[in-house]
């Protein structure tokens, strides 16, 4: 079965550290997507890729960044942790153009003391 | 003034009653959608869509695209549906890019 996943599923860090989470599913999607979930924020997008090589910035981006170099993956680098940043991570993806159902991943929970 | 709106943002039943969560929103959307979100969980996809009205089970979603408004319906609910049901809706030129509720907090009990 095509599945999303994440890992890993929960880190604790500290300030100033570079981290990366993966993401990596099966579903063969062009689309994929990272968001932070905080409690009083809900879901806000950080960053988004419509295909291999294309990545754009989304509502919250600021100290965070990603690359595509193949369809399954979209990697999320924090360059250097920030307490702000302690949080619950999801990935999800979804099918060419728009008006299609999401899957996410598990989520990771990220500390950064 | 946040471009979705859930109401309410916590909601306390009984087993058996009938529920009714909110969404309103403000631009315009190509797609609206409903998400389940279990304690310390992952996040479900439970309806997509751009008009009329889905079923799945206990589960009805409708949307009035005029309204700009947009329900969810549990009925029979149970303990098993206390969860986070979020609303989120994809502008036409977004392609998979959403923009979220603050969630519902559901708790259903015995």
């Known amino acids: 079965d095509a599945e999303i996943t994440q890992s890993p599923r929960h880190k604790i860090t500290e300030t100033g550290r570079q981290v990366t989470l993966a993401c990596h599913q099966t579903?063969?999607?062009?689309?994929m997507f990272w968001y932070r979930q905080d409690l009083g924020h809900g879901l806000r997008l950080i960053h988004y890729s419509y295909g291999v090589h294309d990545t754009n910035k989304g509502e919250v981006s600021d100290g965070y960044s990603v690359s595509r170099s193949n369809t399954e993956d979209l990697p999320l680098t924090l360059e250097s942790a920030a307490s702000s940043q302690t949080s619950v991570y999801f990935c999800a993806s979804t099918g060419t153009g728009g008006m299609n159902e999401q899957f996410f991943g598990p989520g990771t929970r990220l500390t950064v003391l | 003034k946040n471009e979705v709106e859930q109401s309410p943002q916590n909601l306390t039943a009984q087993e058996g009653e009938f529920i009714t969560i909110n969404c309103s929103y403000s631009?315009?959307?190509?797609?609206l959608h409903w998400l389940q979100q279990h304690p310390g969980g992952g996040i479900v996809s439970l309806f997509m869509l751009s008009s009329g009205k889905k079923k799945h089970g206990r589960l009805i979603a409708t949307i009035n695209i005029q309204e700009k408004h947009s329900s969810l319906h549990i009925t029979a609910s149970h303990p098993r549906d206390s969860a986070v049901y979020i609303c989120?809706?994809?502008?036409?030129?977004?392609?998979?890019?959403?923009?979220f509720g603050q969630g519902t907090i559901l708790t259903v009990h015995p």
């Open positions: 631009v315009g959307i190509s797609a």
């Open positions: 579903w063969n999607h062009n689309n």
């Open positions: 989120a809706v994809e502008s036409g030129t977004s392609y998979g890019k959403l923009t």
